[in-house]
């Protein structure tokens, strides 16, 4: 185990009675901690105390948990923080096809086990492989920011190819997902999908061996990067040709119901973002009730927004908050308007409607970044008219204009803010500027404190700058506000669901984007995706899926290498037709360049008798392009 570790990788205790004895934690934020007045210290109560991360044995699971552990040294010092490792029933069934036995706790029930029996305090889990619901006495604890969660392209040693759409008829595809197996065929009926299990380490030598069938893996591209094997990825293979797992890439951390301690320690570590865009996946699969062996995919983007009362303020009053859900895109389809593809990413550039104050003053919306060939989105969408100008009224709220900020740092590039004291040591990004920056890069004071610098952007206006301690990103809250960084987000969230039949010959896929002000709300965005792709033929593709499963399961001859079939035997017949199923042959002509008429809107698809999707306001929903 520890010989096969990436270079330079501290060494790894396989069990609790070899704990190696940590070295003083060196983080410069821990240092810069203890000088500063108002900030953890060593002194924080927990110093001197021991907290045990649990995680399954595998090389993966071990650096992710390793990574957990080095985040929280730098947060907590004076902690000891160990490691357990455990197997799984997961590692110890290598014969049987991963999607035919049931159950959802495949990698996790061994060690909740554990948990509750207070032998660790936590457990270190690759978010995508954590079912959506928790045992009794376990919650997450935290989800830490996200790898890369698309999946990767690994191509056999000595072979020429570098993508999908290079390889001849017939080549051997090796994956044991479900998800993957279903989208790829739907694109690329020609290939052939194979079974193969055992860690990343196993996989790539069964591909590599020259006897082996394999052309190919697929596999999560955060998985080799974690574990140094970035050179492998051949390529990425994503949307709209395979959408990712719900939770891929994600570290998630699960501890005890109401562990104060680990709520505190463990909720340190959380990534906002990350979290609210896992919560609207995994709230899909939750209703679509589906583990990490159904054929769903989906994608998420998450835009900031900075509003007055975000960061350091109290909450919005109701009144308020309720007229911040009003303002956001209004669109409604146009029928007679022409159908034009739109990525996921357009739908988060969508222009913003002009406050009137904006409208008065003469400023133009920011304008997204246009493809050449694309026409805009708008060129197909309406905003409600009328009522705008009353709904808009950025003043009467206190709102300030939204715009879409640098991501990692919400300052326009050349802004006088721009200034190293204001990097944080533990991300090396920026610290946030709060409120934003309208459409006119103006912005304006925020009460509650903080540095107030003039700024000369538009020559009115000032701009907050945080100072350092309330950095998102600063080590461990301190224990006045567990759990919680007094930070007020909001966001356009962008959720796409899909559900494919093992076949590829049927699909679904539904996109919804909305405005979301806490983790709820992204929540019920998951919900309503799923529920539309209920409505929308889901529900027979995967009622299909199980009974295909239920007479294919419960064998346990070797799967390694074994071509996965495409119906269960008998079932020859495809899934009860699906209202906005789209055949293979035709979706992959569109994937190839053919999009004409793909880009057909749900509601519009959908028979009178069926329900008519109504958009709230701030939604959007478009199809993306070559699907
Ligand atoms: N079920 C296996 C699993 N669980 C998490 C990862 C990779 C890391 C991640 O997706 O977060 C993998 C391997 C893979 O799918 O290739």
Same mark, same amino acid.
């Given at each position: ?6 270079? &330079? ?6 069990? @609790? ?26 002194? /924080? ?15 993966? =699971? ?29 590692? &110890?069934?290598?014969?049987? +096809? ?17 948990? *509750? ?13 954590? +079912? ?15 790898? !890369? ?6 191509? #056999? ?10 390889? +001849?008829?017939? @080549? ?36 590599? !061996? ?58 340190? *570590? ?30 998420? #983007? ?17 009144? =308020? ?5 009003? /303002? ?55 905003? &409600?008219?009328?009522?705008?100008? #009353? ?49 006119? %890069? ?34 461990? %809250?301190?224990?006045? $506000? ?10 356009? *969230? ?6 494919? @039949? ?18 709820? !709300? ?5 919900? !309503? ?20 499963? #239920? ?35 035709? =979706? ?5 360049? /053919? ?16 329900? %008519? ?7 959007? $929903? ?6």
């Amino acid at each position: 185990m520890i010989s096969s570790l990436p270079p &330079n990788h501290p060494p790894i205790p396989s069990t @609790s009675t070899n704990f190696p004895t940590r070295p003083p934690p060196s983080c410069p934020m821990s240092q810069l901690a203890a000088t500063r007045p108002g900030s953890p210290t060593a002194t /924080h109560p927990y110093a001197g105390q021991t907290f045990t991360l649990g995680t399954r044995n595998s090389k993966l =699971a071990m650096v992710q948990t390793e990574i957990v552990r080095r985040e929280l040294e730098q947060r907590w010092p004076g902690c000891e923080i160990r490691i357990f490792g455990m197997t799984t029933l997961g590692d &110890n069934v290598q014969t049987q +096809p991963l999607y035919t036995f049931g159950g959802k706790a495949l990698w996790t029930k061994e060690l909740e086990v554990a948990l *509750l029996c207070g032998q660790v305090d936590a457990i270190v889990h690759s978010l995508k492989d954590v +079912p959506t619901e928790f045992p009794p006495g376990c919650e997450l604890g935290a989800v830490l920011e996200r790898e !890369d969660p698309s999946d990767a392209l690994v191509v #056999k040693e000595g072979l020429p190819y570098t993508s999908l759409d290079e390889m +001849p008829e017939g @080549s051997v595809i090796g994956t044991s997902s479900v998800r993957r197996v279903a989208q790829l065929r739907r694109k690329y009926p020609g290939l052939k999908f194979a079974d193969v299990r055992g860690n990343l380490g196993t996989r790539l030598k069964k591909l590599d !061996d020259p006897t082996s069938s394999y052309t190919a893996l697929i596999l999560a591209s955060a998985g080799l990067l974690r574990l140094n094997l970035g050179h492998r990825i051949t390529s990425s293979v994503s949307s709209p040709a395979l959408y990712h797992a719900v939770g891929q890439g994600a570290i998630g951390v699960e501890i005890r119901e109401g562990d104060q301690r680990a709520r505190d320690v463990i909720g340190s *570590l959380e990534c906002w973002k990350t979290s609210w865009r896992t919560r609207a996946e995994r709230m899909m699969l939750r209703v679509l009730e589906g583990g990490c062996s159904v054929p769903v995919g989906c994608e998420t #983007k998450l835009t900031e927004v900075f509003v007055k009362g975000g960061e350091g303020d109290a909450p919005l009053s109701p009144r =308020a908050q309720k007229k911040l859900d009003l /303002h956001g895109v209004r669109v409604e389809r146009d029928p007679n308007a022409p159908r034009v593809p739109v990525s996921p990413e357009q739908v988060n550039d969508l222009p913003l409607p002009l406050s009137p104050r904006s409208a008065a003053l003469g400023l133009a919306p920011s304008s997204p970044p246009q493809q050449p060939g694309v026409v805009p989105p708008t060129a197909h969408l309406t905003a &409600n008219g009328a009522s705008v100008p #009353k709904q808009y009224s950025a003043e009467s709220i206190g709102l300030l204009d939204i715009a879409e900020p640098d991501d990692t740092t919400g300052i326009p590039a050349g802004h006088p803010a721009v200034n190293p004291s204001h990097v944080c040591p533990i991300t090396g990004r920026m610290l946030p500027v709060a409120p934003l920056v309208s459409p006119s %890069r103006r912005a304006v004071a925020l009460p509650g404190g903080g540095e107030h610098v003039s700024s000369s952007l538009n020559g009115s206006g000032t701009i907050h700058i945080p100072p350092l301690h309330e950095c998102a990103h600063r080590p461990g %809250r301190t224990p006045s $506000c567990p759990g919680s960084d007094n930070l007020t987000h909001h966001a356009t *969230l962008s959720l796409t669901g899909t559900i494919t @039949s093992l076949s590829g010959t049927h699909a679904v896929l539904y996109t919804l984007s909305r405005r979301c002000h806490s983790p709820e !709300d992204c929540e019920q965005l998951g919900a !309503d995706v799923a529920r539309e792709l209920i409505e929308g033929g889901g529900k027979e593709i995967l009622t299909e899926l199980g009974r295909h499963v #239920k007479e294919v399961g419960g064998g346990d001859e070797q799967h390694d290498g074994k071509e996965i079939p495409v119906e269960a035997p008998g079932a020859s017949s495809p899934p009860a037709v699906c209202p906005v199923g789209i055949p293979a042959a035709s =979706a992959a002509a569109a994937a190839n360049g /053919h999009a004409g008429g793909v880009a057909k809107s749900p509601v519009a698809s959908k028979s009178p008798q069926s329900h %008519r999707t109504v958009f709230r306001e701030g939604e959007v $929903c478009l199809r993306p392009v070559g699907w």
